[in-house]
């Protein structure tokens, strides 16, 4: 006997530019669980409490940083959850950068077989990233992001006011992934990097991933040049004990897979210049140090298939391309 089972996942959610007062105005009567770094509840701890007086909020409150994205600090707040008795009715608000969104929204992806989740991204990098496209996760002692869900949110909301007391360089470290969408896909990105028009490069960078996701939501193909400059990146940040933020990483990243695809005759010369002459705008750093050193931890990398890596080059600025490389040959290349 046959059963099938027909299931249709033709979901959508909006990303709303709003003061949170009023986009969280529909979810008065909800039990809310706002989880944020003491960074940021540092700087908006006043601005919650008064803004949501009127709401049933718990508040969670982690260390900053990616080692929060850890198997431990995910089941110390399932613990914490299950213990305060939250509900399938619940919600779980993300306010924070990538590393609170990433985690929260694995939370609320997995506790009680999932519950609903806002994502309150209040650093560049979780405006124009980490809180658009569902992917929501942490990492384990072999890898970045290792253990994870696709979890859309009820709601995004972006208020770029937020962005007035993040440092400069966690501001850089977001510009990484806007040169990022510059270089995959938006040539018109080029002037706004250049004249930090913030409106421009969040709203592009969104449109941009937007496109590309909708296109290919469980990465089977074209979502897979959102990891241009990630397959180096995250062995970069793995080697250096997560001490080099993810955006500083990419910016590496992304050098060394423009000067492997000018190796391999894959990329226009001309668009090293270019990137290093961006990354100039934004105290970016490029890479000095050794691939070889690097390709040990590329292998628990999702994109790496046993011993070939899908990585992803660009042929020209707006033009990327992905080719299968075995992970020895990076060994070979002493120098490019
Ligand atoms: N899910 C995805 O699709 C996706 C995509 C890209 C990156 N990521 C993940 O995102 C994470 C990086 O995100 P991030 O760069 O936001 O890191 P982060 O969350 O660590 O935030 C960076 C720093 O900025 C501080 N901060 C955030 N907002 C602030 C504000 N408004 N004012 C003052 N300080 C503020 C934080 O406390 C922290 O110290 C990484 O874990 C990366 O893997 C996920």
Request: aromatic content about 12%; hydrophobic content about 40%; cysteine-free.
């Amino acid at each position: 006997m046959l059963i099938r089972v027909e299931v249709t996942l033709k979901e959508s959610y909006n990303i709303t530019f709003s003061k949170i007062g009023i986009a969280l105005n529909k979810y008065k009567d909800k039990r809310l669980f706002l989880i944020t770094d003491e960074n940021v509840y540092f700087y908006y701890k006043n601005h919650l409490k008064e803004t949501l007086k009127e709401y049933n909020v718990d508040y969670i409150i982690i260390k900053p940083g990616e080692k929060s994205k850890s198997e431990e600090k995910y089941l110390k707040i399932i613990h914490e959850l299950l213990e305060k008795h939250i509900t399938r009715k619940d919600i779980i608000v993300a306010f924070g950068g990538g590393v609170v969104g990433d985690l929260s929204g694995f939370v609320a992806a997995t506790i009680l077989r999932g519950v609903s989740f806002i994502n309150i991204p209040t650093s560049l990098l979780a405006m124009v990233d980490s809180s658009i496209g569902s992917k929501v996760g942490i990492d384990t002692h072999y890898g970045k992001n290792l253990l994870g869900a696709f979890k859309n949110p009820l709601e995004v909301i972006i208020d770029f006011n937020y962005l007035k007391t993040l440092p400069k360089e966690e501001y850089n470290n977001g510009i990484a992934e806007v040169i990022k969408y510059y270089l995959i896909d938006d040539v018109s990105l080029l002037e706004d990097i250049k004249n930090n028009n913030l409106e421009n490069i969040i709203k592009k960078s969104i449109k941009s991933k937007k496109e590309i996701i909708t296109k290919d939501p469980f990465e089977t193909y074209e979502r897979m040049y959102l990891n241009f400059g990630h397959t180096f990146a995250h062995a970069i940040e793995r080697h250096s004990n997560y001490e080099i933020p993810h955006g500083y990483a990419v910016a590496m990243g992304m050098d060394i897979s423009i000067r492997l695809g000018i190796y391999f005759n894959i990329t226009n010369k001309e668009v090293l210049n270019k990137l290093h002459n961006l990354y100039s705008y934004y105290d970016l750093p490029l890479f000095k140090g050794n691939i070889q050193e690097l390709v040990p931890y590329l292998s628990s990398d999702k994109k790496a298939h046993a011993d070939k890596i899908n990585f992803v080059f660009i042929k020209d600025v707006g033009t990327p391309y992905i080719k299968q490389i075995e992970k020895e040959v990076f060994y070979e290349i002493s120098s490019f």
